[in-house]
Structures are given as C-alpha cells and as structure tokens.
C-alpha cells in the first residue's frame, strides 16, 4: 500500500495555529475550509463536529490532540461555535496546548451579523486562543453575500471559469440572484452551461435565474397550513403561487423544487416530533413554527407527507401525470393534511 506524501516542514508552518471562521453562510464556510485543506498538502482529511450539538461530542478532544498513525494531515471542523458555552471554549483553549501537529482546528462562528458586525461571544475574545488567532492573522470573516459583496462574488466566479460579463449583465445578476450562496451557485451553473463556446454572458440570459423573491418555501407552507377564515390573504397567496406557475416558462416551475423542499422538512419535522430538535438543521426563527406542525401531524401525518410527495414525484418522473395538474393535485392534499382536514390521520399518534 503506498504511503501518502507527507507535507514538509515549511507547508506545517505554514498551516501552525488554528483558525477562526466568522460567516453566516454555509457554502462560504465550505469554500474557505477545502481551501485551508488544499494549502496542506494532498491527502488532507476532514473530521467535522457540531457545536450545537448536546451534549458536545466527546470524540472532538481525541481528533484535537491526537497524532494520527500516517500522519496525515487533518483539517478538524467545528461548525456552529457559536453555541458552545463559555466552559466548552475553556477547554478548548486547554486542549489546544496539546494540538497535534498534524491537525489544523478549524471554529466556525455562524451568527447572523447585526449592524454590520460580527456576533462574536463577548466571552470567547478574551481566551488565549482568539488573542492567539488576532495576533497570528488566523481569523477570517464574511457577512455572506450582501448587496455590498455579491459583484466581487460574481467577478471572481467569472474569472475562474473565464467568463465575460458586460455591464448590464452584472447588475441584472445583483438584482436577480438571492443572497445565498450555495442558491448562487446553481443558478450562475445554468449560466455557464448557457455561454457555451462564447464563454460570454450578456443581460438576456439574466432570464434563466428562477425567481426568489415572490415567496420563501417555508412561508409558503405555512400558508398552505392556515386556516382560509383567519388566513384569507395569506391562503389566497399561496394558490396563486400555484395557479401562476402554469404560465411560467418550464425552467422556472416549482414543482420539483417543491417536492425536494418538502423531502428535507419531513425529515425534520421527524426529528421535531422525535424530540430530537438538537439536530434539526434550520433557521431558528422557522424551528417553533415547523414544530407546532409536526406536533400536530404526529407520525402518521408526517409519513403521510412524505407518501404524498413520493407519490408526486413518480408520477410525474414515470409520465403518468403532467407537472401542472400534479401540481395542484399535491398542493391541495398537502394544505388538507397540514390544516388537519379528512386527509389527516385521525388521531396524533406518536
């Protein structure tokens, strides 16, 4: 078996210490770490680990100090630091005098920022290691993408893959693109498929981004649970969502975005009426509304989500539904089922 090549002593020097990682947005956390790992050296491995998780996961303190047997350099992920209590970071701060020297530890901060300022614990800027990642140049921070660092996003996209974009088309992109950026990359792929050999994007194909703004899934699914008498506004909002999506081009329809969507909220309204919220990964100001639903919907009723969406999804997939009519089909059963109407099972059974 051969051996894998070793990083020399100049590239652990280079990669010494620990970072810090203060970034609301996933995907850019996910960029920033595989590019630590890539100025390590082939080989790297990645271990990541949960800060909001309860109770802390106990096989972090082994991954932080211990050398493993190749030594095979490892990039070691906390994800979500933010939560961890003031303890937690003290013996993270112990630990640390004991990093193996193949392990780079890597803590992400994932708070939304407010007022332009990153949510740094008060407590965490007067541990060792934060003075020690100030005075080492370790932190990097990002708002995530905003109305103020999407361009230097797209510009540095197109030149990556040696694309050219006229003036329009950046500020057409700017407004059309949301501010997600795992969401930005899909969109700007479709972009890059459609500037072919041209390997030039002009305003017109600004066309092909699937519009974000007009109604945010979740909000759209709670909608769909609202009673039409208290709701009527929002409930009303929601069928023409659906009624409008006959008229939009094939690219833009919901159908199979909305079916994904409602895949992944089954399995955490799962967890939800589990009680296993520790791991529900979503926005917290979503978390208690998605848990009343599951509550309510018991096991059966969250099975019965995820037969509905199944069912939609094969017919339409095996041409034995057309994605219109499958469409209204799906939307009407799920409103009935989340308002707790015939479709819903009988009784909330746990």
Known sequence: MPQQARPNASARRAWRGHRVLICPDAELLRRRIAKLAAGMGPGVERKIFWGDDEPFPQAFWP??????????????????????????????????????????????????????????????????????????????????????????????????????????????????????????????????????????IDATMVELIAPHGDMEFFDFIRALSADPAAEPEAVRGAWSRVLDDRLRPANDKILFQLLGYMSWQARQMWLLNEGEEHKVRMNPRDKPALACIAKRLGRAGIARVIELTLDANLGVISGQRRPDDTLEAYVAQLSELLRGGPSAPAGNAQ
């Open 63 to 200: 991954q932080l100090t211990t050398r493993n047997l190749f030594s095979t350099p490892t990039v070691v992920v906390l994800r979500r630091a933010e939560s961890l209590k003031a303890e937690v970071w003290d013996r993270i701060d112990e630990g640390l005098k004991l990093q193996a020297s193949t392990v780079l530890p890597v803590f992400c901060l994932e708070g939304r920022w407010k007022d332009a300022k990153p949510p740094v614990p008060a407590f965490l800027t007067k541990r060792g290691l934060w003075t020690a990642a100030e005075s080492g140049g370790w932190i990097w921070q990002s708002p995530g993408l905003t109305d103020s660092t999407l361009p230097k996003f797209i510009d540095t996209w197109a030149a990556e893959k040696g694309l050219t974009l006229d003036a329009r088309a950046q500020s057409a992109l700017c407004d059309a693109l949301p501010r997600d950026a795992f969401a930005v990359g899909l969109e700007l792929g479709k972009l890059e498929l459609a500037a072919g050999e041209t390997r030039r």
